[in-house]
């Protein structure tokens, strides 16, 4: 019986990749819960306190990979949105609330401004966040120290936008901005899975949105342009 050959490159459908992501970052999940049940246990009929300490520090360590796991799993999850009516003002006002939560540590670093008044856009505000979110989160990543980054919401041709502005970085990518976050994977590094670009294109494209990046002079600028409302309020 002749065995087929193995092939040095397999091309696998990415609905199956993510599939398999969200169930192994699951399976793991539930390990470190079971972990953190047992390190917790310990915890309490321990009286030693160098015990206790290393307990804490263990726990800590186990919540903090957890974390990971769930923020890529959440990479692989469908882009579900569910557009409604709001005024362009309420996102820019959420906006600042998300990102001091979110960038507690880089919060001054960043610069909020907007020449919006009442005007109406359809988004999924959550996700619309979520998207801005990821965009800032590449932003600090690449960021030299010292770097600032601004978002500004403007008005253009009658369109409501969202600009983020960060310092050009080095070179981190063969792609031309134009094309980053438009390939899955394609800048893993430790600590970062080329993903994040790649989240905010599916979601904005899923609510109608535009997302736009390009070079202007020394910054990096990332363009979302929010849907206009299918019918008036």
């Known amino acids: 019986m002749n065995t087929p050959p193995i092939q040095e490159e397999i091309q696998i459908p990415l609905e199956r990749v993510a599939k398999f992501i969200r169930q192994l970052t699951h399976d793991v999940r539930n390990g ?69 939560t979110e960038f507690p540590e880089q919060f001054s670093a960043i610069q909020i401004v907007d020449d919006f008044e009442k005007e109406i856009v359809e988004i999924d505000l959550e996700q619309t966040l979520a998207v801005i979110t990821l965009v800032l989160q590449n932003a600090l990543e690449w960021m030299k120290e ?59 494209l899923a609510q109608g949105s535009k997302l736009e990046i390009r070079v202007i002079g020394n910054e990096l600028v990332t363009r979302l342009t929010l849907p206009k409302p299918k019918a008036p309020m």
């Open 146 to 204: 010292g770097g600032r980054v601004s978002v500004k919401g403007i008005l253009q041709a009658e369109e409501a936008i969202i600009e983020i502005h960060e310092p050009k970085p080095d070179k981190v990518s063969d792609l031309p901005p134009g094309l980053w976050g438009t390939e899955p994977l394609y800048s893993t590094r430790p600590g970062g899975y080329g993903l994040g670009l790649f989240l905010a294109r599916k979601i904005a």
């Open 32 to 100: 470190l819960s079971a972990a953190d049940l047992e390190a917790a246990f310990i915890e309490e009929i321990s009286t030693d306190e160098e015990v206790l300490s290393e307990l804490r520090k263990l726990r800590e360590m186990i919540s903090d990979t957890a974390k990971m796991l769930r923020r890529v799993s959440q990479y692989f999850q469908p882009a579900a949105v569910h557009p409604i009516q709001w005024e362009a003002k309420t996102l820019v006002r959420e906006l600042q609330n998300r990102i001091e």
